[in-house]
């Protein structure tokens, strides 16, 4: 175990290398903790942490695609030597399944028409690589004196927000994909909270808003940076912090 990060905070967080996974890197190494950026493409990743460490953070590139069980493997035994321990999961990859489009443009998503193979696609990043991300890192998460996980949600997986026909998502077509994606990420959310309240483990859903990122072919009205301010709140609460619970940087999001 290298000392000199035993006494660091370390957070992990997927999809890394830009967007609000790269915000939230740089936001949190600011504050001095250790981030492991996770990416697909171990080039891509390098680059980014290189640009952290470049701004004075503590950040290490680690090559990890959540769909594959070998790279996901290879992270956490990495962690374990490295050191030795893990205080926050930051869930943060994801897909929408209609590549780099604007919402209003997503029509694949439409259920009536949608593709069953795009459907498990997102379901397979978005929920499933969750679970085996999530349960690989639980053993290290539980040598934390104050573990948190934040999962990446989004406003278009809330049931309420949905359902509303004079919400914000009235204009859009309908998503068979995504938005079921992250109801899904939601609901287990709250089941990981209940298994894991007694450990001391919170666990919480955020909802960045819309931000300007290749998932919407950056037509979002926010910046990633902006977007990233409620993963750095979730992942620094402390222990008398929410757990089980799905917030914007304005608070309680609706289920």
Known sequence: MNEHSAHRTVVLITGANKGI?????????????????????????????????????DAHALTLDVTDAAT???????????????????????????GQVSPQDA??????????????????????????????????????????????????????????????????PASAAYSPSKTALNALTVQYANELRKDGVLVNAAAPGYVATDINNHSGFLTPAQGAAVLVQLATLDAEGPTGGFFSAEGPVPW
Do not use: C, K
Request: charge should be negative; aromatic fraction near 4%.
């Open 21 to 57: 996974g790269r915000a939230a890197a740089e936001q949190l190494a600011a504050l001095g903790m250790t981030v492991l950026m996770g990416a697909r493409d171990p080039q891509r990743g390098e680059e980014a942490a290189a640009a952290v460490r470049a701004a004075g953070g």
């Open 72 to 98: 996901i493997a290879d992270a956490a035994n990495w962690i374990e030597e490295r050191f030795g321990h893990l205080d926050v999961l930051v869930n943060n990859a994801a897909i929408t399944g209609s």
């Open 107 to 172: 029509v694949d998503q439409i259920p009536s028409t949608v593709d069953l193979d795009m459907v498990r696609a997102v379901f397979e990043t978005n929920v499933f690589g969750v679970i085996a991300l999530t349960n690989a890192m639980l053993p290290l998460l539980r040598h934390s004196s104050a573990p948190r996980i934040v999962n990446v949600s989004s406003g278009g997986g809330s049931l309420a927000i949905s359902a509303n026909p004079d919400g914000p998502l009235t204009d859009l």
